[in-house]
């Protein structure tokens, strides 16, 4: 006997089910068999039966449920065509395993002109997959075109909808019966209607109990085939279908539609179903209920006795807000009346348009808030869902934005910027994102096709299981990072690993090999010695206590060098399963607490092996590393991991989970036109090209989703959406499905109220979250202000504060600590960039190294600075006495120079221009080498008593001795700040000798390559004694001024504002070049443009009499060396 | 060879536009609105499901704009063909519709506001992921690669690494390219899938450093596709291309028909920034003389943002000349004079 029961909301449904089982109790011993319709309505169901089941008086709350099987109903299917089967007989149509009869098949037919279309595989496309796919269209076929592969089977080859199998698709029936043929048992639609017989006539011997229910049903899993099934079961047993619908179509009206016309089937394309639903929600969102509905009474005749529709004890009561009412039409299937009058605080129904996703995830956190904050709400957490059509997007800026869930330990009392912590859960992810180790199972078999770039390796060692196996810290991945950058690997585990990409394998540099012998060799020997190298190995010096790490790393590496050489071949599966077994446990650990993370992993590689089966052709197919991939991608990435329901808090999910289980607050997260399925249709699939009523369709089954989530709601709907465009601002239409919504509420409300209710149904949000009408009563909310972010609060007040000025990097200056003594080196370092002295000096702040993107390219066009780098090194090496050669088989080593003839070109350019600098120097009498560097104290005392000591190493000779800065660089204004001031201290020191201080650099033009600029004072002896005092006098005030706040002197931007020819584009020029990009300055004067900074006012005490700060600086300091040396270009 | 076809005035209330048409429409003339109101006259009058409606725009902020303003205006128009009395507005175009035939239209359009999420409102590559799906197996496409929307990374790995090869292979440094000028030109080729290389590698009169850039931006486009398929990924680019090779294909010509079938009216919007391969598509779906659906191109040719992408450049020979005149000759040219905010 069926019986059918029908409700919109799925609690009085349960409560039917209750009393069900209630008034009939099976026996003890058997299980009540409960079919559900997913994860979460089996967790929810069987709370909810305990609440009525068992209670101790009616009313009360406290009952227990047990004994309940509740599978998903096609298990049903499962136990029939099971029945006779033994336990360790798996049935080989089952997919898991038809996968594979179709992979092997498929192998062995690989000459059979038939499958011609079939066996043609594009380019780098997987076996596996397309083995995959068909399987799971053969599938498909089994259950909702049973019909054609009973012709197929008969060597009739047809649709599906009784016509010709076109000639492009005759593929595909061959393959099947060449499988049929294969596994030598006959198909689920083959053996389906004896079984059904049978079963109908007691025949069958299957495990259910005499009582069978399936609860929850939205629309018909299976179509016509479940009906057809529970038909038949209930002949000998009593059969309840729990019906959730959206709202129930007479039965009458349904058959006074036309009938099924083709073997049985109503083709969809003429269905006109959807001119029974009055309501416009359940006309563009309802489809695949009304198809239930249709089949349904196509199954049971006009014969309504057998069906009870569950009454609504609340039914008659008034429909206050826009949502009530809007449920109340759809389930009464009525067209909106536009009668409702609605409040003006009325927000049951509220959409909120954002600038962007994490936007989106701020606002539903501070909606959320708002609704648990209202007193005579009373809600708690765990009456909120979050579906988010978008999830796995969407999950990371939801953990990001709510912060640890204020359960979980790490949780402290506040959220990231001060909010409020929510209890929470983000469920429905897939087993690979829950699982550490099964995540680096997927990146591991990724990395092992691909280029071994230095970033993806850098990654995958980084990852929790990686780290924990070869007991890597922070430190020692810093130091690894470190090793990259100095061993120069870009990408490539050999040479020979880097030809298997085009590359030749004579290129034997910035691999992982290379960089591991240089590392190796230099935690054996020290770096000291410049361009030391044994056997064409360059060393990188690597600390004492850093050579076990470099040992772990070395043995990671070589780990991975194995694996790429066997993926690069073909197994079998049993094989492969073997293989990354074991590479697991090479690779990857979990500490023992967690233990659970490798034995995933292990029972995930166990049953892939099972799937494929042991001694069968399946199990002999040769996979290669692409088939490997996808199968791992198909069974880590897209299988859901444990379920999370109803564990406390709010939920957030996907859009199925948990359709159609109430909840009094229903949010929808992300509801963005992409977000939902446009349902494209596979060009295989010849159900999908022709379908009929019945047929899954995931398009109409996600707007289905949405009708059941506005149905679920309780007391209010939250949408947020994305507004505008986080980027460029443009304003984002609604999706078509919330215009639709939009609408229906519209409609619903009275005419003379529709302008203040579209006025309070949609927020549209500021784009920061730090905006001050976030924080202002009635500009985002009549009653209070939006925001509950006590950090954004924090930064709104900020910037109102500020009003458009910037506050000074410090008030005013620092103690001064002045000394007595002062090092001339301490002089030099502060002349050659004054604010970085600060920053460093004075304030002892390590300063970041401007990040540059790791290279992972082979380096065929080093960049300018590059080039400067090789070229200062080769003038150093040749200095030092070492040959070109010399110098550029070690930089070769070192993987720094370009490949070929690329290389020998920048070798060659370099060369000359060093050897010029060097020429130029000879001419000057400076030969190099040992002994040639003469250093001369310097000890100066100024008239205040200060103290200035150190030397200044001279490469001049007599008679005119001093010293020489022979550089790569092509801007020498910092040379000769650093030349004017070793002049000074020599002649202040010793006024009778003729000194004179050189630098030699380069232009950067072909006619003249080199410049020589000599500095000379302007005097000699008392006279020229006291301009010197005079010069360091004030270049020691400017120190001690620029030690105790930051002074604004520069280099190149000082000396054009000097002379006179400043420009805004000095300042803050687009290249990178110019002053405001370096770390310090940026640091300090950041917030500065041009004109803010020419107009920093003067302090008591600076230099001049003058003009802004700036130009005080400027002229004092360009004007000092003016006045004490004289320059002159020597070339 | 073809003789400059007429271009004739559009007007928004004369006959319908079947078979082929062009529609020009400088700035600022109402493009948009024409080819919203064109989609509201196609849905009215002649009973084109919405469903049967394909609209092809280039940005995907153009799509949902174009989608949001079509529902709009069906909604506007439902509501005028409701009560043309009652209606405040002085809707010409609405006004027009309600003269004939007024319950039938306002049920179509009805019909067209309920099931409006099921038109065909998307990007030229969103149409193209589309219908390689429906090609199925036989296409010749990866079902299961990933579309990649940036390849920049990919690009420049590649172009290192044939740089690299040459150079290391002995080929003198004079000769070789610049690695940004090899880069961009292989950036050039790879937008434009079916400009030949020029100089080839006989050509007369070429310099040898000429050659060499042809030589190395063949293998660096060998390259890129290669990797691509190692790591299982596609361009937008390879999509439109492979699309083109399978509709040409053995399950192409059953597609071809299907999608005749699916879609009674194709509208592209802003042709003028159509390539050769994009065109390539729409032709060989919707261009034969008799096809069924109405194909409607509607752009300003003044505005052609393709050519400066780069395909005229010296190396990389013509192709767009060649797809503008192809569509120039898909049947009739009508051009947007003024403003169309009204009917006259």
Redesign the interface.
């Known amino acids: 006997m069926m019986r059918l029961y029908s409700s919109g909301r799925a609690d009085l449904l349960a409560g039917r089910l209750a009393a069900t089982l209630a008034v009939s109790p099976l026996d003890p011993m058997e299980n009540e068999w409960v079919g559900v319709s997913s994860q979460g309505m089996r967790r929810w169901l069987l709370l909810e039966l305990a609440r009525h089941l068992g209670a101790s008086k009616p009313g009360t709350e406290d009952g227990a449920a047990a004994n309940f099987e509740l599978p998903f109903p096609g298990s049903l299917l499962v136990q029939v065509l099971g029945a006779g089967r033994a336990d360790d007989d798996p049935d080989p149509w089952e997919i898991e395993r038809l996968v594979w009869m179709v992979l092997s098949v498929a192998e062995a037919s690989a000459d059979d002109p038939a499958l011609n279309a079939f066996n043609r595989l594009p380019e780098g496309a997987s076996r596996y997959g397309k083995a995959r796919r068909v399987a799971d269209l053969f599938d498909r076929y089994h259950v909702h075109r049973p019909h054609m592969i009973r012709q197929w089977a008969a060597d009739l080859d047809r649709n599906g909808l009784g016509r010709p199998l076109p000639e492009h698709h005759a593929w595909q029936s061959h393959l099947w019966r060449l499988v049929r043929t294969q596994i030598g048992e006959p198909s689920p639609p083959e053996r389906l209607p004896e079984l059904l017989n049978d079963l109908r006539e007691g025949r069958l011997n299957i495990h259910l109990p005499p009582r069978v229910s399936l609860f929850g049903l939205t629309s018909l899993p299976g179509g016509s085939s479940l009906l057809e099934l529970c038909e038949a079961l209930a002949a000998e047993r009593d059969v309840h279908l729990f019906l959730l619908e959206p709202t129930h179509f007479n039965v009458g009206a349904l058959a006074a539609l036309p009938g099924p016309e083709v073997s049985g089937m109503r083709v969809r394309s003429e269905d006109d179903s959807a001119t029974l639903a009055a309501h416009p929600l359940l006309r563009s969102w309802g489809r695949p209920h009304r198809e239930a509905s249709l089949l349904l009474a196509d199954a049971r005749g006009t014969d309504e006795s057998s069906l009870e529709l569950v009454e609504d004890p609340l039914a008659g009561e008034p429909a206050g807000t826009v949502l009530a009412r809007l449920q109340r039409d759809i389930g009464a299937n009525r067209e909106p009346s536009g009668s409702l009058h609605v409040g003006r605080g009325d927000r049951s129904l509220q959409l909120h348009a954002c600038h962007g996703a994490t936007r989106q995830v701020e606002v539903l956190r501070d909606a959320i808030l708002h609704l648990l904050a209202a007193p005579d709400l009373d809600l708690v957490e765990e009456d909120v869902l979050v579906i988010c059509p978008a999830l796995p997007r969407f999950a990371p800026l939801v953990e990001a934005v709510f912060g640890p869930s204020a359960d979980s330990s790490a949780a402290t009392s506040s959220g990231p910027s001060g909010s409020p912590l929510l209890r929470y859960r983000v469920a429905d992810r897939s087993v690979s994102d829950a699982n550490p180790v099964l995540n680096a199972m997927t990146l591991l078999i990724d990395l092992v096709g691909s280029r071994f770039d230095a970033t993806s390796v850098l990654d995958f060692i980084s990852l929790a299981p990686v780290r924990h196996r070869f007991d890597f810290d922070d430190d020692d991945l810093a130091t690894i990072g470190d090793w990259l950058e100095r061993s120069g690997v870009r990408w490539g585990l050999t040479s020979q690993h880097r030809a298997g990409f085009g590359v030749p394998a004579t290129i034997l540099t910035n691999t992982w090999r290379a960089a591991l012998d240089r590392l190796l060799l230099g935690s054996a020997i020290s770096d000291d010695a410049v361009g030391l190298s044994i056997g064409e190995v360059a060393v990188v010096g690597v600390e004492g206590g850093q050579v076990e790490a470099l040992g772990r790393l070395a043995e990671l590496l070589w780990r991975l060098t194995e694996l790429t050489e066997m993926f690069s071949r073909q197994h079998t599966i049993g094989e492969w399963i073997h293989l990354l077994s074991d590479r697991a446990m090479d690779l990857f650990s979990a500490p023992v607490e967690l233990a659970w993370q490798m034995q995933a992993l292990s029972a995930a590689l166990i049953d892939v092996a099972a799937s494929a089966g042991e001694g069968t052709a399946a199990s002999e197919v040769l996979l290669n590393g692409i088939d490997v991939r996808r199968l791992f991608e198909d069974r880590l990435l897209n299988t859901p991991g444990r379920p999370d329901f109803f564990r406390g808090g709010i939920t957030v999910t996907t859009l199925k989970p948990l359709r159609g289980i109430p909840y009094r607050v229903v949010c929808l997260l992300g509801a963005d036109e992409n977000a939902f399925v446009t349902g494209n249709a596979d060009g295989d699939d010849l159900a999908a090209l022709g379908p009929v009523v019945g047929d899954p369709d995931a398009r109409a089954d996600d707007r289905q989703a949405l009708l059941e989530a506005v149905l679920a709601a309780g007391d209010y709907l939250v949408v947020v959406r994305e507004g505008h465009d986080v980027r460029t601002n443009q304003e984002v239409p609604r999706a078509v499905v919330l215009e639709e919504l939009r609408d229906a509420a519209l409609a619903t409300v009275h005419p003379d109220d529709r302008a203040h209710f579209v006025r309070q149904l949609e927020v549209n949000h500021p784009r920061q979250a730090f905006d001050d009408r976030c924080f202002i009563t009635g500009e985002l909310m009549d009653h209070a202000p939006w925001s509950f972010d006590r950090g954004d609060l924090e930064g709104a007040e900020a910037r109102r504060d500020r009003a458009g000025t910037s506050p000074p990097f410090i008030t005013s200056p620092l103690i001064s600590r002045p000394e007595d003594v002062v090092d001339l080196s301490d002089l030099q370092a502060f002349v050659k960039h004054p604010v970085a002295w600060f920053v460093t000096r004075r304030l002892d702040a390590r300063l970041p190294r401007s990040a540059e993107a790791r290279e992972t390219g082979l380096p065929v066009a080093p960049s300018g600075l590059e080039k400067w780098k090789l070229g200062d090194g080769l003038l150093a090496a040749r200095r030092s006495g070492l040959t070109s050669e010399a110098w550029a088989r070690i930089e070769r080593q070192c993987g720094t120079i370009p490949p070929g003839s690329i290389g020998e070109a920048l070798i060659g350019d370099l060369v000359t221009a060093v050897d010029r600098l060097l020429e130029a120097s000879q001419n000057l009498g400076i030969t190099g080498g040992a002994g040639t560097d003469l250093p001369v104290d310097v000890d100066v005392v100024l008239p205040d008593g200060t103290r200035i000591v150190g030397n200044v190493h001279t490469q001049l000779t007599p008679p005119r001795p001093g010293p020489a800065r022979i550089t790569y660089s092509k801007s020498k204004l910092d040379h000769r700040m650093a030349a004017w001031l070793d002049l000074m201290a020599l002649v202040a020191s010793d006024p009778v000798t003729d000194w004179r201080s050189v630098v030699v650099s380069r232009t950067g033009l072909q006619t003249h390559p080199v410049a020589v600029t000599e500095l000379s004072p302007h005097h000699r002896g008392n006279e020229g004694r006291a301009a010197a005092v005079a010069a360091l006098e004030f270049v020691v005030d400017c120190f001690r001024k620029g030690s105790d706040e930051p002074i604004p002197l520069f280099t190149a931007f000082s000396e054009s504002v000097h002379l006179g020819k400043q420009k805004a584009s000095h300042w803050a020029g687009d290249f990178g070049s110019s002053e405001s990009t370096n770390v310090a300055t940026a640091l300090v004067y950041g917030d500065y443009d041009f004109e803010a900074l020419m107009a920093l006012p003067a302090r008591p005490g600076d230099p001049g009499d003058s003009g802004g700060r700036v130009e005080r600086f400027a002229h004092a300091f360009f004007g000092a060396m003016e006045a004490s040396a004289t320059v002159e270009d020597l070339t | 060879m073809t003789a400059e076809p007429v271009v004739r005035p559009f007007a928004l209330d004369a006959a319908l536009p079947r078979g082929q048409w062009a529609i020009q429409a400088s700035a600022g003339t109402g493009k948009t609105y024409a080819l919203v109101s064109l989609a509201v006259r196609f849905i009215a009058e002649q009973d084109v499901e919405v469903s049967q409606l394909l609209i092809v725009t280039f940005t ?2 153009a799509t ?2 174009l ?2 303003r079509l ?1 709009q205006r069906l ?1 506007e128009v439902a509501d005028h063909l409701s009560d043309p009395a009652a209606s405040e507005t002085d809707d010409k175009f609405a006004a027009m519709l309600a003269v004939h035939d007024r319950p039938r239209r306002l049920e179509r359009v009805r019909r067209a506001i ?4 099921s038109a065909t409102i998307t990007t030229i590559h969103g149409f193209a ?2 219908i390689l ?13 990933s579309l990649v929307d940036n390849d920049d ?1 990919l690009l ?2 590649a172009c ?2 044939v ?11 004079g000769d ?1 390219p ?3 000028g090899l880069r961009s030109a292989t950036e050039r080729a790879m937008a434009c899938p079916d400009t030949d290389i020029v100089p080839g590698p006989d050509q007369v009169g070429a310099s040898l450093a000429q050659r060499m850039l042809t030589e190395l931006v063949v293998k660096a486009r060998a ?1 890129v596709t ?7 990924t596609m361009s937008y680019d390879d999509l439109l291309t492979q699309l083109r090779q399978a509709l040409g294909g ?2 192409g010509t ?2 071809r028909k ?1 999608i005749r079938e699916r879609f009674s009216v194709a509208l592209i919007d802003e042709f003028q920034d159509t390539d050769p391969v994009q065109w390539d598509v729409f032709s060989m779906l919707f261009g034969e003389e008799d096809a069924a659906t109405s194909l409607i191109l509607v752009g300003d040719p003044k505005q052609a943002i393709f050519r400066l992408s780069g395909c005229q450049r010296p190396h990389l020979p013509r192709r767009r000349g060649v797809a503008r005149n192809d569509a120039a000759r898909a049947g009739h040219q009508l051009e947007i004079r003024r403003r169309i905010g009204e009917l006259p």
Request: aromatic content about 4%; cysteine-free; hydrophobic content about 25%.
């Open positions: 995907r902020a949902s704009e989608r949001s529902r909604v309920i099931e409006f999420d992921t589309q799906g429906t090609l199925g197996t036989t296409s010749g496409t990866d079902p299961d690669a990374d420049e790995e290192a690494d740089l690299a090869t040459a150079a290391d292979g002995g080929r003198p440094f070789l610049g690695y940004q390259t290669d990797r691509r398929r190692r790591a299982g053995p399950g059953a597609t299907a």
